[in-house]
């Protein structure tokens, strides 16, 4: 306010001056020029009545215009100081680790309102990182709880002489040391996958054979759950992606193995891959579980599970998607989640940029008219087979 007070007194000063030395000399030979003689003392009388006038007339203009940008200072300071104040209060409380800390939108002006929007948005994701550490330390301590307790109960039974070594005592040990040692590796390729340190070969393959490898991988556990499991890459005949091999099979034993946790005995996943321009576009949908809209944006987090009262055993670590994505980000594409809702099963969609074309590709034979019907269904956008359930197909 000040700043501006300042340049406006600046401003009608130099006005005055100019006026001053700019305005007698113009306006005596306008007098001359109207006939008045130059020693009249008519001309220093006018002269001087110009003089007063001018400077009274400044002086006024002077003061009216002070007031009235005073108050339009105010005015405007006022209306930046407010949204300044409160954005300033907020940071400092975020700085503090309030991360719930919001700011208005005032509408002082489209600089202020960006500024605002742009804060929340930080605050968000700040408070979304700090719930995935705090959600990170609790599953990590949830994780590791189980193991370390058992291992400590046997040491202590077998120090005290409660507990006899034999066989079952070492399985059991085995056992518990293994799941922490994969608990760590996870965190590892998790960790590594995120910072784009996992070297990859890439090489140009069929996307066929690296789907049906992946599908004959599964088979045995799809089996012996009871779930169908349909392959369909007729549309992908002849396509290639310069891919790692083997993290690309992880990405899809990822998501194979997810869609087979959350889809009941009787139902069925289906894999898919087509051209969509210049991307080849992989695809796992199940008529399972289903995914809640409020989850979807979460499920590539890592630790994250739906279903919190999932075990370890049963649920997974909560990192596979996690890495999945990055392995997916890694070879030059994308990996997205989709699901109408809970009880409606979900769609994982993976898309790599396509190479060279290449031949000998091998094609789907589609065991029962029934999966035919299931991979129609899918071309049509269903995102759920109303086909009858019959038990596990073979795939050849």
């Not at 742009?118 to 590791?144: C, G, I, S």
């Not at 996943?269 to 979807?296: C, H, K, S, Y």
Request: net charge negative.
């Amino acid at each position: 306010m000040a700043a501006l007070l300042a340049v406006l007194v600046a401003s009608i000063i130099t006005a005055a001056l100019v006026a001053a030395v700019l305005g007698p000399p113009i306006f005596h030979e306008h007098l001359i020029e109207a006939g008045h003689a130059a020693d009249s003392p008519e001309i220093v009388h006018i002269e001087e009545a110009y003089r007063d006038s001018s400077l009274t007339s400044l002086g006024v203009a002077l003061l009216v215009a002070v007031a009235c940008a005073s108050v339009v200072a105010w005015y405007l300071s006022r209306r930046l100081q407010i949204p300044l104040g409160a954005l300033t209060r907020a940071a400092r409380e975020v700085s503090r680790g309030h991360y719930d800390r919001r700011v208005a939108i005032t509408g002082a002006s489209r600089e202020l309102d960006t500024l605002a929007e742009a804060f929340n948005t930080m605050a968000t994701r700040l408070e979304q990182v700090e719930d995935t550490r705090r959600q990170l330390l609790a599953d990590l301590a949830h994780e590791m709880r189980t193991p370390v307790s058992t291992v400590r109960a046997y040491s202590e039974g077998l120090q005290e002489g409660v507990v006899a070594w034999d066989e079952t005592v070492a399985a059991v040990l085995r056992d518990q040391s293994d799941r922490l040692g994969r608990l760590a590796e996870d965190l590892e390729d998790v960790s590594r996958a995120e910072e784009g340190r996992i070297p990859l070969n890439l090489r140009p393959s069929r996307v066929g054979d690296l789907v049906w490898v992946a599908a004959d991988a599964a088979r045995a556990a799809y089996q012996l759950k009871g779930v169908n499991l349909v392959v369909d890459v007729d549309r992908a005949a002849g396509l290639r992606v310069d891919v790692d091999v083997q993290r690309f099979g992880q990405i899809i034993a990822n998501l194979l193995g997810n869609a087979l946790r959350h889809t009941p005995e009787g139902g069925t996943v289906l894999v898919v891959a087509f051209r969509d321009r210049a991307e080849v576009v992989f695809r796992v949908t199940d008529n399972g579980d289903g995914i809640p809209a409020e989850q979807l944006p979460h499920v590539f987090e890592r630790f994250y599970r739906g279903d919190t009262a999932r075990d370890r055993t049963q649920g997974g670590a909560g990192i596979g998607l996690t890495i999945s994505r990055a392995l997916a980000d890694a070879l030059g594409g994308s990996l997205t989640a989709s699901s109408p809702g809970p009880g409606q099963g979900s769609t994982f969609t993976m898309t790599l940029p396509t190479t060279s074309t290449g031949r000998g590709v091998r094609h789907t034979t589609l065991a029962t008219p029934e999966a035919a019907a299931i991979i129609e269904a899918t071309h049509l956008g269903l995102r759920r087979s109303t086909a009858p359930r019959s038990a596990p197909q073979e795939m050849p």
